[in-house]
Nanobody, 130 residues
Framework: QVQLAESGGGLVQAGGSLRLSCAAS????????MGWFRQAPGKEREFVAA???????????YYADSVNRRFTISRDRADNTMYLQMNSLRPDDTAIYYC????????????????????WGQGTQVTVSS
């Protein structure tokens, strides 16, 4: 089993930045896919970003069009932690952000679908004021 814990959410003004963290514990992930999803009030959960990793090597990162070039996904394998650096935040980025993991490398066509992930965190609130 893998436990995921997000942190780093908060309140920020439009144009500001936040960095979310997702710490994985329990089973050590070696070849895996991890992603960020978000859900705003009254809306369905949507894909934000994902990365695929094999051992020490990256197999690609993927972004929703709405966050591309503003958000960056990364990981620290030694700490078993994934990050989401969010810059140029906008009010429509306001949502609960969830990290998710799958203990295998998904094909690139599947990383955006939350149904393919086995483990989920509890979420962290991000609020962007105008």
């Amino acid at each position: 089993q893998v436990q995921l814990a997000e942190s780093g959410g908060g309140l920020v003004q439009a144009g500001g930045s936040l960095r979310l963290s997702c710490a994985a514990s329990g089973r050590t992930l070696t070849d895996y896919t991890m992603g960020w999803f978000r859900q705003a009030p009254g809306k369905e959960r949507e894909f934000v970003a994902a990365g695929r990793w094999t051992g020490w090597s990256g197999r690609g990162t993927y972004y929703a069009d709405s966050v591309n070039r503003r958000f960056t996904i990364s990981r620290d394998r030694a700490d078993n932690t994934m990050y989401l650096q969010m810059n140029s935040l906008r009010p429509d980025d306001t949502a609960i952000y969830y990290c998710a993991a799958r203990s295998s490398v998904l094909n690139s066509g599947s990383v955006r679908d939350g149904r393919h992930y086995d483990y989920w965190g509890q979420g962290t609130q991000v609020t962007v004021s105008s």
